[in-house]
């Protein structure tokens, strides 16, 4: 079965920087287009970010674009995400899920790793 | 990149129907049939529960429903049961690889 699993997640201080990965298993990773979700404490669902199962395209949320890096090594069955300068409201569970295809929506999702900016 | 609108909570006793309407625009919603809904519990992932308008993913009840018109979608719920008490989000593709979420639905079974 599809399992993702985030780790990664940590207390950092604002400007800080962090790296998130998920490992994927039970699907063929590097035939599917990968996403990053996140949820503040007590909010809603928020897409952050998309890259293509073969790494060529990637898409951000303007409220992140040029602070967070989205990559993929097929190799290593794993994604990431590069968090760089680091804000308080980028405080949130973040998640990684599947594409069930092109466009579509997110059919599987990992258990999450919070992130934490505070001083 | 703005938050589609859904109510914030809606209830239903057990055996009643229930409708989470969400709100977009035609550029999102209203300009794609690629809208899914999500039922989230406390502290857990959240589950796709509807995707494309109306299709739902193998092992989904058929109790749970989906429809759209112009830049609304709607999410039925029929046969409440206790274990239907979540949170509810709605998700549009935007175009260009961007999608956006709903402000979700807090669901209470009476």
């Known amino acids: 079965q599809v399992q993702l699993v985030e780790s990664g997640g940590d207390v950092v201080q604002p400007g800080g920087s962090l790296r998130l990965s998920c490992t994927a298993s039970?699907?063929?990773?590097?035939?599917?287009?990968m996403n990053w979700v996140r949820q503040a404490p007590g909010k809603g669902l928020e897409w952050v970010t998309f890259i293509t199962y073969d790494g060529k395209k990637k898409s951000y949320r303007d409220s992140v674009k040029g602070r967070f890096t989205i990559s993929r090594d097929n190799s290593k069955n794993t994604l990431y995400l590069q968090m760089n300068s680091l804000r308080t409201e980028d405080t949130a569970v973040y998640y990684c899920?599947?594409?069930?295809?092109?466009?579509?929506?997110?059919?599987?999702w990992g258990q999450g790793t919070l992130v934490t900016v505070s001083s | 990149q703005s938050v589609m609108t859904q109510p914030r909570s809606v209830s239903g006793s057990p055996g009643q129907s229930v409708t989470i309407s969400c709100t977009g625009t035609?550029?999102?919603?209203?300009?794609?049939?690629?809208v899914s809904w999500f039922q989230q519990h406390p502290g857990k992932a959240p589950k796709l529960m509807i995707f494309d308008v109306t299709k739902r993913p193998s092992g989904v009840p058929d109790r749970f429903s989906g429809s759209k018109s112009a830049n609304t979608a709607s999410l039925t719920i029929s046969g409440l049961q206790a274990e239907d008490e979540a949170d509810y989000y709605c998700?549009?593709?935007?175009?260009?690889?961007?999608?956006?979420f709903g402000g979700g639905t807090k669901l209470t079974v009476l």
């Open positions: 998700c549009s593709y935007a175009g260009n690889y961007f999608w956006v």
């Open positions: 039970g699907f063929s990773f590097s035939s599917n287009d």
């Open positions: 899920a599947k594409d069930l295809r092109g466009g579509c929506c997110f059919d599987s």
């Open positions: 035609s550029s999102d919603v209203g300009g794609y049939d690629f």
